[in-house]
């Protein structure tokens, strides 16, 4: 069973930075694409960011210029970096891992960005 685990949401200001990590129980260059959502309170769940396998990038338009995401396959980890953070922002962000069909998903972690 895959497991993903992420760290790093905290409460921060407006215009902060915040770095969420993901790491996976497995080798993360076996996944053919990774990813970052999010889901703000009363809201539908988000696709942020993903990154394949070879390192493409993709974003939602909401966090382009302000996001990176990045792959680290020594220590099995992706990374969220988060700059010129939004009240907007304000979130569960959850890892998911994508293998031939079948999609992994971490337990979230919290990201609160207060005004």
């Known amino acids: 069973q895959v497991q993903l685990v992420e760290s790093g949401g905290n409460l921060v200001q407006t215009g902060g930075s915040l770095r969420l990590s993901c790491t996976a129980s497995e080798l993360i260059f076996s996944f053919n694409a990774m990813a970052w959502y999010r889901r703000a309170p009363g809201k539908q769940r988000e696709l942020v960011a993903t990154i394949t396998s070879t390192g493409g990038t993709r974003y939602a338009d909401s966090v382009k210029d302000r996001f990176a995401v990045s792959r680290d396959d020594a220590k099995n980890t992706v990374f969220l970096q988060m700059n010129g953070l939004k009240p907007e922002d304000t979130a569960v962000y959850y890892c998911?891992?994508?293998?031939?069909?079948?999609?992994?998903w971490g337990q979230g972690t919290q990201v609160t960005v207060s005004s």
């Open positions: 998911a891992a994508d293998r031939f069909g079948v999609r992994y």
